[in-house]
């Protein structure tokens, strides 16, 4: 079964300009997740969708992010335009409904760089 | 709020020596408390999780865990180090009910010596 895929792995932009990451779960998992790490500090939740709904946003730090999920499967992270201070990797984790009772299942991450 | 501190930032250990890592949390509540570790390369992976019950945890690749709340504490530990244990290691807490919506320590990254 394949687990967490994420595109691209990498990925580097100019300031300004605007990048897509996608994160495909695991088939039948509901619950998709968006976590960042920024160099040198915490991974940090961004937020959470169970299927299409976001049910959690309280981590997006501002209205250059944009996350999406059609129809409940594979999830998109738009950032639009890219700062510098969004460099770092975005980390997709996806789970079974049942909340902290069943697993997240990370996947490897993408490594944003804003020069 | 919750919060995670793990004091460390690197260590290095011989192999076959035990290790240690350390975890501090802060939450109001019983957390729900993580381990996971990040291989070169890898996504994060569960090493172990706490919910209740024996405050001894048991988890994949050796690992185990021991939750102490008079310490607010949810340290790593393994007996004897293999160098394939060389990664960072990051303590997570999570509240009831708030699903993956996890809180994570700054990581500590573990170096293997022959």
């Known amino acids: 079964e394949a687990g967490v895929t994420q595109f691209p792995s990498h990925s580097v932009i100019e300031k300004g300009q605007t990048v897509t990451l996608r994160c495909d779960p695991i088939?039948?998992?509901?619950?998709l997740y968006w976590y960042r790490r920024v160099m040198g500090k915490e991974i940090k939740f961004l937020l959470h969708?169970?299927?299409?709904?976001?049910?959690?946003e309280s981590g997006m730090p501002n209205n250059r992010f944009l996350a999406e999920r059609t129809g409940g499967t594979y999830s998109t992270l738009k950032v639009q335009p890219a700062e510098l201070e969004d460099s770092g990797v975005y980390f997709c984790?996806?789970?079974?409904?049942?909340?902290?009772?069943?697993?997240?299942?990370f996947g490897q991450g993408t490594r944003l760089t804003v020069v | 709020a919750q919060s995670v501190t793990q004091p460390d930032i690197h260590i290095t250990v011989s192999e076959g020596a035990s290790l240690e890592l350390r975890c501090n949390y802060s939450?109001?509540?019983?957390?729900?408390l993580f381990w996971y570790v990040q291989s070169p390369g890898q996504g994060l992976q569960l090493l172990l999780k706490?919910?209740?019950?024996?405050?001894l945890v048991q988890g994949i690749k050796g690992f185990e865990a021991e939750f102490k709340r008079s310490q607010s504490s949810f340290n790593l530990r393994k007996p004897s180090v293999h160098w394939s244990d060389a990664a960072e290691y990051f303590c997570?807490?999570?509240?009831?009910?708030?699903?993956?919506?996890?809180?994570f320590g700054k990581g500590t990254s573990l170096l293997v010596t022959p």
């Open positions: 984790a996806s789970s079974q409904v049942g909340g902290l009772v069943t697993e997240a299942f």
């Open positions: 088939s039948g998992h509901d619950n």
């Open positions: 969708f169970v299927k299409e709904s976001k049910q959690d």
């Open positions: 939450y109001g509540a019983t957390p729900y």
């Open positions: 706490y919910f209740s019950g024996d405050t």
């Open positions: 997570a807490v999570g509240a009831p009910f708030g699903g993956y919506a996890l809180n």
